[in-house]
Each structure stands twice: as structure tokens, then as C-alpha cells.
Antibody
């Protein structure tokens, strides 16, 4: 069965960077777009961008351009998102989600809580 | 960006009642391939969002038929008939027609 297993909680300092992961299993990793979504505390959901692991192509929400960098490792079926120049505004839960055959997010990771604090 | 206006922000209903949630988009969600990429998600407390409905009205496998989606162009509705305790959580609409993808602000469903 399809699973997206994300890395663990992160506590990071302001101005630093963090890289979180999303390990896919149960399907051909290179055949589906992987999307990333942010949920700030008490807030709704924001789309960050996608990566196509088959060729590494990416597309970002303009709001996250320069903040998020998406990569993928085909050998380990793992997608990554690096967040840079962190501020308290970046404290949030970050989800990865697979874009399925019906052009919507059919599987989600469990989410990674990132807390930015000195 | 396409703005998704979702109402109401919250609902409190008794078990067995029916509810409707509205989602209106600032642009038509009909894509160039003639499909409409409007989805409904449920985020149960402490969980990741889960897709319930895709392409306006198609139920995901395992989703009870108490859930139904309808609408077209810019105006969409999620209806839950005979609400059950397990239905509590926050419901979101999501459009996947235009980049960037955008979500509604959510409707919190509470059980009386």
C-alpha cells in the first residue's frame, strides 16, 4: 500500500536552514508528482510547490520562492524540502502529498512540525 | 491566485442531522481538459488531511455515501447527510485547476 513517511520534529534556530524528508513506498516513486503543503499553527493549508521525481522538475508557489527548495532521490524514493533563512513565521507543520491519477492529493504524509526558536 | 471562499467557518450539529458547506472560487475551475479539479478534504483532529471527494463529486474509495459533492464553474457544495461522530474535524476545499493550488479556509464541524 502507498505510504509517505516523513521525518521527525525539528527545533531550529532563526536564520538557519532545515531539510525534511518524505520517504515513499508502495508505488513507483518516479511516476507521480510530490507536493508540499504548509499548515501554520491554528491556520489553514498553503501549497508550497511540487517536484516530479522522474526528472527533477519543480514548480513553486511564488510566495515560497527562495524559501523552499525541493529535491528528490530516486535511489531511496525520498523527496526532500529544504527551508532556508528561517524565521518564526516558518514555524508550521509541513506535509508531503502525492498527486494521484485523478489530479488530486490521494496520499499524505503524517506531517513534520518545524519550530523556529532561539 | 484563485481565492477559495469557504463558508461557514464552523458548524455544530447533532448526530443524524445533515449539513452543507459552501466553497466559491474567484475564477472558474474548469480546466482546459474540461475537467473541474475541485476536491474536498477532511482533517480529523491530530491527523493529516484526507481526500474525500475529487473532481467535484467523485467519492474516494471507502468514503461513505453520506458524503456528496456538487457544483460547477465557481460554486461548489459538500453535503453530509446523517452526520456521525467520526465526521468531526475541519473540512477544506482545494482547487487544483490553476497554479498555485489553493485551499479554502476550512469549516470546523463539531458534534453537539
Amino acid at each position: 500500500q502507498v505510504q509517505l513517511q516523513q521525518s521527525g520534529t525539528e527545533l531550529v534556530k532563526p536564520a538557519s536552514s532545515v531539510k525534511i524528508s518524505c520517504k515513499a513506498s508502495g508505488y513507483t516513486f518516479t511516476s507521480n508528482y510530490m507536493h508540499w503543503i504548509r499548515q501554520q499553527p491554528g491556520n489553514g493549508l498553503e501549497w508550497i510547490g511540487w517536484i516530479y521525481p522522474g526528472n527533477g522538475n519543480t514548480k513553486y508557489n511564488q510566495k515560497f520562492d527562495g524559501k523552499a527548495t525541493l529535491t528528490a532521490d530516486k535511489s531511496s524514493s525520498t523527496a526532500y524540502m529544504q527551508l532556508s533563512s528561517l524565521t518564526s513565521e516558518d514555524s508550521a507543520v509541513y506535509f508531503c502529498a502525492r498527486l494521484g491519477a485523478r489530479a488530486s492529493f490521494d496520499y499524505w504524509g503524517q506531517g513534520v512540525m518545524v519550530t523556529v526558536s532561539s | 491566485d484563485v481565492v477559495m471562499t469557504q463558508t461557514p467557518p464552523s458548524l455544530s450539529v447533532a448526530i443524524g442531522q445533515s449539513v452543507s458547506i459552501s466553497c466559491k472560487s474567484s475564477q472558474s475551475l474548469v480546466a482546459s481538459d474540461k475537467n473541474t479539479y475541485l476536491n474536498w478534504l477532511l482533517q480529523s483532529p491530530g491527523r493529516s488531511p484526507k481526500r474525500l471527494i475529487y473532481q467535484v463529486s467523485k467519492l474516494d474509495s471507502g468514503v461513505p455515501d453520506r458524503f456528496s459533492g456538487s457544483g460547477s464553474e465557481k460554486d461548489f457544495t459538500l453535503k453530509i447527510s446523517r452526520v456521525e461522530a467520526e465526521d468531526l474535524g475541519v473540512y477544506y476545499c482545494l482547487q487544483g485547476t490553476h497554479l498555485p493550488f489553493t485551499f479554502g479556509s476550512g469549516t470546523k464541524l463539531e458534534i453537539k
